[in-house]
């Protein structure tokens, strides 16, 4: 088995490599890397069958090395992590495995363990193709929970949660936003500012007047165009031309 540790921490590096080694005598680790940077660049030119990846580093996460490598990974990847619940949330729900700070001799004896029996099944040379894309993807929904929209209204500047936000209206050159527990507001702002402000996969501008939170889609209706009903009763025309995007959108998610 060929192994390549990726940790900022020289002395957690270290500590991995003596683990490593006591559990799997045979184990050749082919690099040591200390950042995302020097991780790709050794990358390009050694083939290792796991990456033991640390998740928060300075300059770019161990996610954003996953991102810059794409989707079709040709060898098995097993986090470390201290912290950042976030992280661990999103790794619980997809196809990596993970260690928490400090590792533990044990836990990683099953780590490899898990690995080997992957390994024996002779699944398909990139066992985590698309498991990359689901799992930025359920950072950036882990990410979008805590963040805030600020918002300019008549009596100053509300900061909105998104994950809150159903749905905006344009109205002239305003718009409503409407929320969940049926709460609404008036923003100065167009629903041109407001996409760009939301800037998520979550919203689709499905009409030059409508703005949604596709996690609030309860049911398409088929037509010209179609309608969208929201989890809210709400119905909301799609324009012809954003039905082709919009179904698409949909279907992944």
Same mark, same amino acid.
């Given at each position: 088995?060929?192994?390549?540790l990726?940790?900022?921490?020289?002395?957690?590096?270290t500590?991995?490599?003596?683990?490593?080694?006591?559990?799997?005598?045979? $184990?050749? $680790?082919?690099a040591?890397?200390?950042?995302?940077?020097?991780a790709l660049?050794?990358?390009?030119?050694?083939q290792?069958?796991?990456?033991?990846?640390d998740v928060?580093?300075?300059g770019a996460t161990?996610?954003?090395?996953?991102?810059?490598l794409g989707?079709?990974?040709?060898?098995?990847?097993?986090?470390?992590?201290?912290?950042?619940?976030?992280?661990?949330?999103?790794l619980?729900?997809?196809?990596?495995?993970?260690?928490?700070?400090?590792?533990?001799?044990?836990?990683?004896?099953?780590?490899?363990?898990?690995?080997?029996?992957?390994?024996?099944?002779?699944q398909?040379?990139?066992?985590?193709?698309?498991?990359?894309?689901?799992l930025?993807?359920?950072?950036?929904? @882990?990410? &979008?929970?805590?963040?805030?929209?600020?918002?300019?209204?008549?009596?100053?500047?509300?900061?909105?949660?998104?994950?809150? $936000?159903?749905?905006?209206e344009?109205?002239?050159?305003?718009?409503?936003?409407?929320?969940?527990?049926k709460?609404? @507001?008036?923003?100065?702002?167009?629903?041109?500012?407001?996409?760009?402000m939301l800037?998520? &996969? &979550?919203?689709?501008?499905?009409?030059?007047?409508h703005?949604?939170?596709l996690?609030?889609v309860?049911?398409y209706?088929?037509g010209?165009?179609?309608? @969208?009903?929201?989890?809210?009763?709400?119905?909301i025309?799609?324009?012809?031309?954003?039905?082709?995007?919009?179904l698409?959108?949909?279907a992944?998610?």
């Amino acid at each position: 088995m060929k192994a390549i540790l990726v940790d900022d921490e020289k002395s957690a590096l270290t500590l991995l490599r003596h683990k490593l080694k006591r559990c799997e005598p045979d $184990i050749e $680790i082919l690099a040591e890397c200390e950042s995302v940077e020097s991780a790709l660049a050794v990358l390009e030119s050694l083939q290792p069958d796991v990456l033991f990846l640390d998740v928060e580093m300075p300059g770019a996460t161990g996610f954003e090395l996953l991102k810059s490598l794409g989707e079709d990974t040709p060898f098995q990847v097993i986090f470390t992590t201290a912290h950042s619940e976030y992280a661990i949330e999103a790794l619980r729900g997809g196809a990596f495995d993970y260690l928490l700070k400090p590792v533990q001799e044990d836990e990683l004896a099953r780590a490899l363990e898990r690995l080997r029996q992957k390994r024996a099944s002779k699944q398909p040379e990139s066992p985590q193709s698309g498991g990359i894309a689901a799992l930025l993807k359920s950072l950036q929904t @882990l990410q &979008d929970k805590d963040k805030k929209l600020p918002v300019p209204t008549a009596e100053g500047v509300l900061f909105l949660p998104v994950a809150d $936000i159903i749905r905006a209206e344009a109205a002239g050159s305003y718009s409503t936003i409407y929320l969940t527990g049926k709460q609404k @507001l008036m923003t100065s702002k167009n629903l041109t500012e407001l996409e760009e402000m939301l800037d998520s &996969d &979550d919203f689709c501008k499905v009409h030059k007047s409508h703005l949604v939170n596709l996690r609030y889609v309860s049911k398409y209706i088929r037509g010209e165009g179609g309608i @969208l009903v929201l989890t809210d009763g709400s119905e909301i025309d799609v324009a012809r031309r954003k039905k082709e995007e919009l179904l698409a959108r949909l279907a992944v998610r």
